[in-house]
C-alpha cells in the first residue's frame, strides 16, 4: 500500500510541476503574441432601411468607465460571479475543484466555475457550442485577455458588453431601459435585480417574471453579505425596497422590434461569407429592410386589437414583393412576455390560403373564372373504398353550379377539394414548390384546405410571387453587412426567376378581389365583404380557418402582408377571435398605402375581358340581374352552352 501511495504522491508532484511550468509558457507565449481588441470585437451595430441605427450589442452604444458605474453594481456581480475575480489570473482552480466534485456526486451539472473573464472571452470571441475545441479556445482566449489587460479595463469591458435582456447589452443601456437612470446612480436594490439577469435573462429579467428575478436578487445579496460588502439590514432594506421599473425609454420604443432584431441575428448565423471569429472584424455594421413606421403600425394595430389578458398569440409578416425584402415581422404579442419568434419559428395549419396555389395550376390546366363545379354536399370516395367529406363553414351549400370567382368568394371547401381531385395532387404541389413552400407537402384530398403547417414567411413568400406576376423571390432580413472598416462581407441577391406565367397571375390576382366584392352576395356573402367600405384601396385577399387558425394574407404590387392569430396550445379559436387578424391586416394594408396612387395590375396583350354573371360565371345577358367584368385567356372566354365540370365528369363516366 505505501508502494502505490509514494507513487501517487510522485505522480502528483511531478504533474504539478509541469502543470505549473505549462501555465507560466502559456501565460509567456500569451505575453508576446498580438493584443487582442477587446473593445470591438464581436460588436453588432443593427440598422433599418433608412440607415438609423436600432439595435448595437457587446460594443454598447453607451460605453462608460469602470468608475462611472454605481460600486453596489461592481460588488454585486463581483459577489455573484466571481468572488476572486481580482486575485486569480483568469482561472478560480478551486471554484473548479468545488463545482466538479458537486456536479459528480448530485451526477448533474448544477455548478458552473467560468470566471468572469472567462465569461468575457465567450461573449467577445465564441459560440455557445458545448464542445471540447469551443472551451479549449475559451481557455486560450482567457489567457490572452489576461496576459494584456489589468483587472479593472477586464471588469469594465464585461459590464459593457453583457446581456441583461431585452435586447440590453451593458450596464448603461441596461441601468436606463429598467431605471431611466445612468448606471452611476443604482442603489443596491437597482443594481442587485440587475445583476440577477444575465444568469438568464429570459427568466430573471424582472419585467417577464418579477418573483423569479426577487429570488434572484437575494441569493445575490446573501453573497454580499457572506462577502463582506453589505450589511445584513442593508441587504434587508434593498430587497424590501419597491422597484420603480419604467421599461424601454429608447428611440423606437417599440416592443415587437426586438422579434425582428432576433430574426436578423438568426439569418446572420446562416450567411456562410461572414466570418465565424467576429474578432477577425472588430465587429460588424448589418444593414436591414426593417420599415421604423410599418413596424410602429403594426405594433399599433396588435395593441388596439387584442384583449389584454387573453393567451391568443399572432404573427404577421409585412414583405415587399418585388424583391423579398422583409419590412416588418411580429412574432408574438409581447416580446417581455415571450421571445418565442412565430414569425420565423412557427408552422401552422394554414387553412383556406392554400387555395390559390391550386387555384392558379387550374387555370394552368384549362381552367378559367368562369369554371364550375356544383356547390353541394360530396363524399369522395377513393380506390381503397375509403371516403372523405369536406364541409363548408357553417354547412352552407347553393346546391347549383358556381363559378371559380365564386367558390374563391366564399371559399367553397367542395369546389376546391372537386378540383383537386380534378387535377390530381400533383397540380398543387408542383405551383407550391415553384413559388418557394418548401414544407413536406402530402398527396391528400384535404390538402388544398390547408391541413397542412407551414411557416407564415414561407406563405407570404409564396403569395410574393402572385404579387410581382410570376416571380420566385427569396425573403430576407439582412440587406448588406459590412465590417468595422466598412468592408462589405455580405450584399442580398434580390434576383427573381420567373415561375409562373404573367398573364394567369393577373387573372388570378383578379379573382382574389372577390372575397371582399358585395357583387358576389347571393345564397352566401364573400369572407372577407366586411372589410368592402373599409378598403380604399384595390387588393388581392385570403382568408384561411380551421379551428384553431386564422389567417389572411393579402397584397397588392407593392406589399404582401399575411396575419395568423392562434393559441399556441392549439386551443380552439371563439368566433369573435376571427376578426383580430382581418382587422390587423386592412389596416396595416391601408397604413401602407396611404397617399399612394392605386396602381393595379395592367391586363396582358393576351387577356380579354367579358360581362358574366359573377355566380354562375355564364355570359351576362339582358336578363342578368348582376353583371361583372371577369378576365380569361384569348379564346378561352365562356359561352352559355359551357357545361359544367361535374357533368363532364359525369359523361365521361358514362361512355
Known amino acids: 500500500m ?70 453596489n453594481l461592481i460588488h454585486a456581480t463581483i459577489a455573484a460571479e466571481d468572488k476572486y475575480f481580482y486575485k486569480h489570473k483568469g482561472f478560480d482552480l478551486l471554484r473548479i475543484l468545488k463545482a466538479t466534485y458537486i456536479n459528480i456526486t448530485s451526477n448533474s451539472v448544477e455548478q458552473g466555475a467560468s470566471t468572469i473573464t472567462q465569461q468575457y472571452a465567450k461573449n467577445l470571441f465564441l459560440d455557445f457550442d458545448k464542445t471540447w475545441k469551443r472551451k479549449i479556445e475559451e481557455m486560450w482566449y482567457t489567457i490572452k485577455i489576461e496576459a494584456h489587460y489589468d483587472k479593472d479595463t477586464i471588469l469594465e469591458g464585461y459590464l459593457n458588453t453583457i446581456n441583461y435582456g431585452h435586447g440590453m447589452y451593458g450596464i448603461e443601456n441596461a441601468a436606463r431601459f429598467y431605471f431611466n437612470k445612468s448606471a452611476k446612480d443604482l442603489d443596491l436594490a437597482e443594481a442587485s435585480i440587475l445583476t440577477g439577469i444575465p444568469k438568464s435573462p429570459s427568466n430573471y429579467s424582472p419585467l417577464v417574471d418579477l418573483d423569479a428575478a426577487k429570488k434572484r436578487q437575494k441569493i445575490i445579496l446573501d453573497l454580499m453579505v457572506k462577502n463582506g460588502v453589505i450589511t445584513e439590514q442593508e441587504k434587508n432594506d434593498a430587497y424590501q425596497e419597491e422597484l420603480n421599473l419604467v421599461g424601454d425609454k429608447g428611440q423606437s420604443n417599440l416592443n415587437t422590434v426586438r422579434y425582428y432584431q432576433d430574426a436578423v441575428l438568426k439569418e446572420l448565423e446562416e450567411i456562410s ?6 474578432s477577425k472584424t472588430k465587429g460588424l455594421k448589418i444593414y436591414t429592410n426593417l420599415n421604423m413606421d410599418v413596424q410602429r403600425n403594426l405594433e399599433k394595430s396588435i395593441q388596439e386589437e387584442f384583449p389584454g389578458e387573453s393567451k391568443l398569440q399572432v404573427s404577421t409578416v409585412m414583405m415587399n414583393p418585388n424583391n423579398g425584402k422583409i419590412m ?28 390559390p396555389y391550386l387555384y392558379y395550376a387550374a387555370l394552368e390546366n384549362g381552367f378559367t373564372s ?42 367553397d371547401n367542395i369546389y376546391a377539394v372537386k378540383t383537386h381531385m380534378f387535377l390530381g395532387s400533383d397540380a398543387l404541389i408542383d405551383v407550391a414548390k415553384r413559388v418557394g413552400i418548401t414544407a413536406k407537402l402530402d398527396s391528400v384530398a384535404s390538402l388544398p384546405l390547408g391541413t397542412k403547417e407551414i411557416n407564415i414567411i414561407e406563405m407570404a413568400g409564396g403569395y410574393s410571387a402572385f404579387a410581382n406576376e410570376g416571380y420566385l423571390i427569396k425573403p430576407h432580413f439582412i440587406e448588406r453587412v459590412e465590417d468595422h472598416d466598412g468592408k462589405v ?40 365583404v366586411s372589410l368592402a367600405p373599409k378598403l380604399t384601396h ?71 375581358s367579358v360581362l358574366v354573371d359573377p355566380i354562375s360565371g355564364k355570359p351576362a345577358t339582358d336578363n342578368s340581374s348582376k353583371k361583372k367584368l371577369m378576365y380569361f385567356i384569348k379564346g378561352t372566354e365562356p359561352t352559355l352552352a359551357d357545361t359544367v365540370f361535374d357533368e363532364k365528369l359525369e359523361n365521361s363516366k358514362k361512355s
Open 2 to 71: 505505501k508502494k502505490y501511495l509514494k507513487r501517487f504522491i510522485k505522480f502528483t508532484f511531478f504533474s504539478g510541476i509541469l502543470a505549473f511550468f505549462l501555465v507560466i509558457g502559456a501565460y509567456t507565449y500569451a505575453r508576446i503574441c498580438p493584443k487582442l481588441e477587446i473593445n470591438g470585437a464581436n460588436s453588432l451595430a443593427i440598422f433599418d432601411d433608412s440607415g438609423e441605427m436600432f439595435f448595437q450589442g457587446s460594443g454598447s452604444k453607451k460605453w462608460i468607465e469602470l468608475k462611472d458605474i454605481s460600486p
Open 273 to 278: 461569407s461572414i466570418p465565424n471569429s467576429y
Open 328 to 355: 416588418a415581422i411580429v412574432g408574438g404579442r409581447d416580446y417581455q412576455k415571450s421571445q418565442y419568434n412565430r414569425a420565423t419559428d412557427a408552422i401552422r395549419q394554414v387553412g383556406s390560403t392554400m387555395k
Open 370 to 411: 368562369s369554371s364550375a363545379f356544383t356547390s353541394e354536399k360530396t363524399t369522395f370516395t377513393f380506390a381503397n373504398n375509403s371516403t372523405y367529406s369536406p364541409k363548408n363553414y357553417n354547412d352552407l351549400y347553393g346546391g347549383k353550379a358556381i363559378s371559380m370567382a365564386t367558390a374563391i368568394a366564399y371559399s
Open 489 to 528: 462581407l455580405y450584399q442580398a441577391n434580390s434576383s427573381k426567376k420567373r415561375v409562373l406565367d404573367k398573364s394567369l397571375t393577373f387573372i388570378l390576382n383578379n379573382l382574389l378581389t372577390a372575397t371582399y366584392d358585395t357583387d358576389y352576395v347571393d345564397y352566401n356573402y364573400p369572407t372577407a
Open 538 to 608: 384595390k387588393y388581392a385577399l385570403k382568408s384561411g380557418t380551421t379551428e384553431s387558425d386564422n389567417w389572411y394574407i393579402g397584397y397588392n404590387k407593392n406589399v404582401v402582408t399575411a396575419v395568423w392569430v392562434g393559441y399556441d396550445d392549439n386551443k380552439t379559436l371563439s368566433s369573435k377571435e376571427y376578426k383580430y387578424a382581418q382587422n390587423i391586416w386592412y389596416k396595416n394594408m391601408e397604413f401602407f398605402n396611404e397617399g399612394k396612387n392605386d396602381e393595379w395590375y395592367q391586363v396582358p396583350d393576351n387577356v380579354s
